[in-house]
């Protein structure tokens, strides 16, 4: 796709990008009031213990690990564009059951695990198509350009969506406050459907020939484990995940009933944290070109991710802080490795199985979530809340060695235009 003259267009002046960029900016932001508000309505109103929050975070995770497999497999037969907008109107409706019940009286535990569940299943479906369908409105050379716009938005979201869902929290309480993450929903449906790019048609299979779910999805993991870079990647994001996940889990817990904050300033505080994603995209495309997409997707995960071992030192008063600059660090790093890592799996997969492909990664990647909450909170209940943080901050900055002792170590850039895999013998 360039201009009359050769160059390539401004990725500024595309049109469905930008609808789905706003669409998703907005609800990203709705997202991040419900990550501060759904285990505020089950710490404050319902009085979960520390193992019932675990449990809700495996819920609100589970699905990756149950579904992300065959999900994969079922993009790659639909059109993205079409389930993106019905998962975003169902999760209008599935979210918006929470302030809902809420209202009548009828709010249970039960209910939020349903819930949690539920939209997980549709997140799953939705951030499977969303990764297979963002291609066909880009240029390959203009994926980490448009990866590090939606990576810097989603960390925009991480600091409105937690600051003003600590506003509604204090002004309408937390289940009230997910109302506004059902109507973020609704409005990227309808972004969604501003978009005018038509996905490619996809070639009839012959009667008979049509492949099975199962060997799609083999065939998805197997083209993961032959390629070295993938490998590596989503080994490094299933150990992050597993440890990272935990402190998401309790950071809540512990700064409510440890140091004794108020949950207003709960979000404000994690808000803080999340500015290091936003300068991690906004920087990503300058350190990739100076330095490396390579070299810096592992030195931002083996050095510039250690202050987060200064979460678990945070204390009462300004001590505070030390919780929001172990963020920083942390969503700075992860963010400008993402890209990169993200950016060449779209680049290097076909066209036609990178929704299998991406479903793959994902299910090792974001497999371990619930893995990490149910062990975090398992953790908590038995050692103590501040000791599970340090068990968890230790091993999440320990996760950056895979992509240390990997081919990128010995790279200064991400081969993005490479499309295929090297066979290895025996694979499928």
């Known amino acids: 796709m360039t201009d009359v003259d050769g160059r390539r267009p401004s990725i500024w002046r595309h049109r469905d990008f930008l ?181 490619p048609r996809r070639p009839r299979a012959e009667p008979g020939r049509r492949p ?57 505080l994690l808000a803080l944290g999340a500015v290091g994603g936003v300068a991690g995209g906004v920087a990503a495309r300058y350190l990739a070109r100076k330095v490396g997409s390579a070299r810096i997707s592992w030195i931002s995960m083996t050095v510039l991710s250690l202050p987060g071992l200064l979460i678990p030192m945070a204390g009462p008063g300004w001590w505070v802080l030390l919780f929001g600059f172990g963020w920083i660090s942390w969503t700075f790093s992860s963010t400008v490795a993402g890209i990169s890592l993200t950016s060449y799996r779209q680049a290097a997969c076909p066209p036609d199985m990178l929704g299998r492909v991406s479903a793959a990664a994902r299910w090792i990647t974001w497999g371990t979530l619930p893995l990490g909450g149910l062990a975090g909170g398992a953790l908590a209940t038995a050692l103590g809340v501040r000791t599970t943080l340090w068990i968890a901050v230790i091993g999440g900055c320990c996760a950056g060695l895979w992509l240390f002792f990997s081919p990128l170590r010995g790279l200064r850039d991400i081969p993005l235009g490479k499309l295929e895999p090297e066979p290895l013998g025996g694979m499928p």
């Open 19 to 199: 609808l789905l960029w706003g669409g998703q900016t907005v609800s990203e932001m709705g997202s991040q009031i419900t990550v501060l508000a759904l285990p505020l309505v089950a710490v404050v109103l319902l009085e979960a213990s520390a193992l019932q929050v675990g449990l809700l975070a495996a819920a609100e995770t589970s699905a990756y690990l149950l579904v992300a497999l065959p999900a994969g497999a079922i993009v790659d037969r639909v059109a993205k564009h079409r389930l993106m907008i019905w998962c975003d109107l169902a999760l209008f409706l599935v979210i918006g059951s929470v302030p809902l019940a809420h209202v009548v009286g009828a709010l249970t535990l039960a209910q939020l695990y349903v819930v949690a569940l539920v939209s997980s299943v549709l997140s799953v479906f939705f951030a499977v198509a969303y990764q297979a369908y963002l291609p066909v409105l880009l240029d390959r050379a203009q994926l980490i350009d448009g990866n590090a716009k939606l990576a810097a938005s989603r960390s925009v979201a991480q600091i409105a969506g937690p600051s003003t869902g600590a506003g509604l929290v204090t002004l309408v309480g937390a289940a009230g406050a997910m109302a506004a993450d059902a109507l973020s929903f609704a409005l990227s449906a309808g972004s969604l459907t501003a978009i005018r790019t038509r996905e």
């Open 212 to 268: 099975t779910l199962r060997s799609q999805i083999r065939e998805g993991l197997a083209y993961v484990v032959r390629d070295p870079i993938l490998r590596n990647s989503v080994a490094f994001n299933g150990t992050a995940n597993f440890f990272v996940i935990m402190v998401e889990t309790l950071g809540p817990l512990f700064l409510i009933r440890t140091l004794h904050l108020r949950p207003g300033l709960v979000g404000l």
